[in-house]
């Protein structure tokens, strides 16, 4: 991460590790930092050559230039896959379509769909072995809506982040005797059992759809903070107008270079620093800015 900072979360990688940089930050639970990678437009990104009209995956980031020109350098192919291993991570993270070890070819998935306020919605399928598993989920307002298809023959350990296991069970008519069903009818007799795992919820189901519906825990929205990097704080009008009330009004200079890319490394400069108490209101304020 400390790397990532000090590039100012540019992507320098190529063959070797573009096919792990997503997958590793969603493994270390920095799901948003993965989709920033995903959806960056600046050269060098997947989103760059999509932008050029790219319909294959090139064999460098910039095969063909930003006035339509192709690059001169050698073994430049407009059709080389290297890079394409971000679908894996899409299929794999942004859905949540894992194979288990305990059920060989799809006969026992997970699916653990990882939402960010990024983008709206996310749709899916896959054709396994077992038969076609589809994953889709969708940010209205407030509420999270994943919907998870469990072929027939197979089951799935459907994992329905931040969410809270009482209010799913009630969805699905186990915990107030009502019957009635979030996730669609009669399913409830297909759901063998609902547990709390942290901030998340696994429901094993057996073949079906499933539907949910609920307020996740916390709000799927961009959270500023003295994490935020100085760039990122000074393009929201909101945040920009609490660090110059609060914060930049007291320098003449500020320093700004790589190693200083957050506003808590800049707090930590040796004249530019605050009191602890200062950097927790400062804190608290950005905050609170809804974006």
């Not at 001169?72 to 679908?87: C, K």
């Not at 077992?130 to 809506?145: P, V």
Request: with cysteine; hydrophobic share 40%; net charge negative.
């Amino acid at each position: 991460k400390q790397r990532l900072m000090q590039d100012c979360h540019q992507i320098k990688c190529g063959f070797v590790g573009a096919p792990l940089l997503c997958t590793v930050l969603a493994e270390a639970g920095l799901f948003e930092l993965a989709y920033d990678f995903l959806l960056k437009e600046g050269f060098p990104s997947w989103l760059y050559s999509v932008n050029l009209g790219a319909t294959t995956i090139w064999e460098r980031w910039n095969s063909v230039g930003e006035d339509g020109t192709i690059s001169d350098t050698g073994m430049n192919s407009l059709n080389h896959y290297a890079y394409g291993s971000i679908v894996e991570w899409m299929y794999r993270n942004m859905l949540g379509i894992q194979p288990m070890e305990e059920g060989a070819g799809f006969k026992k998935f997970r699916v653990a769909p990882a939402p960010n306020y990024q983008i709206s919605w996310a749709k899916g399928c896959l054709r396994s072995a077992a038969g076609m598993i589809e994953s889709s989920w969708r940010i209205d307002g407030k509420k999270l809506k994943v919907i998870v298809t469990v072929p027939f023959d197979a089951e799935a350990r459907i994992v329905l982040p931040d969410a809270d296991a009482g209010e799913i069970e009630k969805a699905l008519g186990m915990g107030d005797g009502s019957g009635k069903s979030g996730a669609g009818a009669g399913c409830c007799s297909r759901v063998r059992a609902v547990t709390q795992m942290g901030s998340s919820v696994a429901v094993e189901a057996e073949a079906g759809t499933y539907v949910f519906e609920y307020e996740p825990t916390k709000p799927y929205r961009k959270v500023y903070s003295i994490d935020s990097p100085m760039e990122e704080l000074m393009e929201n009008a909101e945040t920009r107008k609490i660090l110059e009330e609060d914060y930049l009004c007291r320098f003449k200079n500020l320093p700004f270079e790589k190693e200083l890319f957050t506003l808590e490394e800049l707090m930590n400069g040796p004249f530019t620093s605050l009191p602890r108490e200062e950097w927790e209101a400062l804190d608290k304020r950005l905050r609170s800015v809804v974006s």
